[in-house]
Each structure stands twice: as C-alpha cells, then as structure tokens.
C-alpha cells in the first residue's frame, strides 16, 4: 500500500528573476493533515499550484497520488480551494458546484445529491439558487470550500481556506478538516492563523523565502516541551548535570530553561535535583506556540551569533 502522499525533490519554480519556491522539499503520508506556514510571499501558493499541475516547476520534481507531478490523471482525486478564486459571478451556487462536478466526470442524480449535501454541510442551501455575485466574502469562501470537496478527494489542497470566515465559519472548516481526516484524505493547509493550524495540523513545514527551513510535528507524543525551573542553585555543574535530561539547557536571569522531548522527564529531572540537594522552587512544563515557533524560525538568521 502506498502510504505517502505527496514527495518533491529539490521543486524550484522562478517567475523570471524572482524565486517563488526555491527548494520545496516535504514528504507527506496519507491520512496526514499538514500544516504549510511561512511569511506573505514565501511561496506557498505556488508550491501548491505546482503540486496540482498548475504551475509548471522550473527543476526539481514530485509525485503526488503515485503519479509524476502535472500528470492530469490524478487531478480528480484532488480537491483545492485556491487562495482567490473568480469565476461567473452571474452562475448560482447551485450551477457553480455543478459545472466543478462535472469538470471531474459526476452528472444526474449522484451529483445532485452531492451537491445538495454539500450545501446543507456549508449552510448556503437557503441561498444556493442566488448569483454568486449576491454571496457576502464568508458565503463565497464556504461556496469555494464545497467546490473543493465536490469529489470525495483523497487529497486537498486548502489555501487559506478560513481568510473572510467569522468565527462560526472557522469553525465550520476545522470541522470539514476533521470529517476528511476521519475518511482517510490527506489535507494539505495553508494559513496564516496559527491557532488554527495548531487545533488541526498533525505536522507542520515552515517555509521561508521559497525553502523549507523547519519541520515540526504537533502530536503531543512528540512535541518538544519547555521547561522552566527555579532552584536555589543554578551554576554551571547544576545545568551540566540537566544537560543529561535535555537538549537546549540556558539560564534565563534566574530561571533555568529546557528542551525535553516527553513529559516522563520532568519527574527525573526532579528526582536528580533533589539527589543533588538542590531545592525547587518551581519546575513545570508547557508547550511552545506555534506562534513561538514561527516568530523563532523565521527569525533566526536575524539573531545575533
Ligand atoms: N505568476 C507570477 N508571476 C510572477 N511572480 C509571481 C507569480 N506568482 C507568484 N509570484 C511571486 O512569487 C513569490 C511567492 O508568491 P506566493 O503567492 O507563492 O507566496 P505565498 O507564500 O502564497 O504568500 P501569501 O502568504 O501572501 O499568500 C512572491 O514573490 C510573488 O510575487
Ligand atoms: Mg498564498
């Protein structure tokens, strides 16, 4: 059985002198719902039109769904929300979801029913005989999200699927993320919200200046966990000593501040301090924001050493 998804080697794609996507490398698996964050212009867009078949990458390659990337065949077993989409805005929403169902070969009863069901999912059965030109921003974007899932897709592409939602939208999208992560389908997703990205995401890439710089999984298993400790002895054989229990050991003032990889390490680390005749202040752990994490990748050639 074929587990991953999608794999790119080396994908660059050059708009003349600018560099959208310089070097794209992710492999994704199957059932994952992964998460593609990086500044405005960091070339997220383009690496999923390139993923699709719609862009056509300068070097580099990827298979997406077993098949060479740009091969068409696979495209019905895709969905995608591109970023701004316009279409005729005199079509209803009805016809709007029609013409995308049968774009990928549905037709007659079946697809009446898809669609019917797709706009009680996204509330706009009310409005679905309306011209899209009517629709407000949000009814547009749930029109877009239901033009993305009108296939049943094994993988789909959401660019920004919650810009122009309120919070009601949102949450309608982090439960549609849900329902495609329950039937098996691969989410690929690309947002600036972080919470978000966080609530849903199993894993995330961070992209920077068209280069994947960081990969990150958000599993709590394997997250990374910070610890903070306050001990009435903090000097340089102390923190060599927590060296055995964590990556990453720094003084913060007066507080001492790990990198574990598990929670289990936190009781150690206690029962060593204790061992040692250093007494605690306080030790506790939490887990670093994605917010954190980005503003600490993106920002990391701008520190100083
Ligand atoms: N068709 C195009 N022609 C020329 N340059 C382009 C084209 N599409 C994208 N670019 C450039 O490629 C770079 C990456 O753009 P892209 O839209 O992929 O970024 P993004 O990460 O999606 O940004 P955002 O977060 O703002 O959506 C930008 O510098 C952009 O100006
Ligand atoms: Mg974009």
Known sequence: MMTTVIETWALRKQFGSTVAVSDLSVCIRRGEVFGF??????GK???????????EPTSGGATVLGAPVGDRSCRARMGFLPEHFRFHDSLTGREFLRIHG???G???APLERRIDDLLARVHLLEAAHRPLRQFSKGMVQR???AQALIGEPELVFLDEPTSGLDPLGRVLVRELIEELRARGATVFLNSHLLGEVEATCDRVAFVKQGRTVHELS??????????ELKADRTDSSTLNGLRNFAHDVRLDGSIVRLRVKSENVVPEIARWLVGQGIGIHGLGSRRKSLEEWFIEVMGEDQRPG
């Open 218 to 227: 958000l599993k709590e298993s394997t997250a990374a966990l910070e610890v």
């Open 143 to 145: 029109a877009g999200l």
């Open 102 to 104: 049968r774009l990928l």
């Open 37 to 42: 964050l990086g500044p405005n212009g960091a």
């Open 45 to 55: 867009t383009t690496s999923v039109k390139m993923l699709l078949g719609l862009v």
């Open 106 to 108: 549905l037709h007659g």
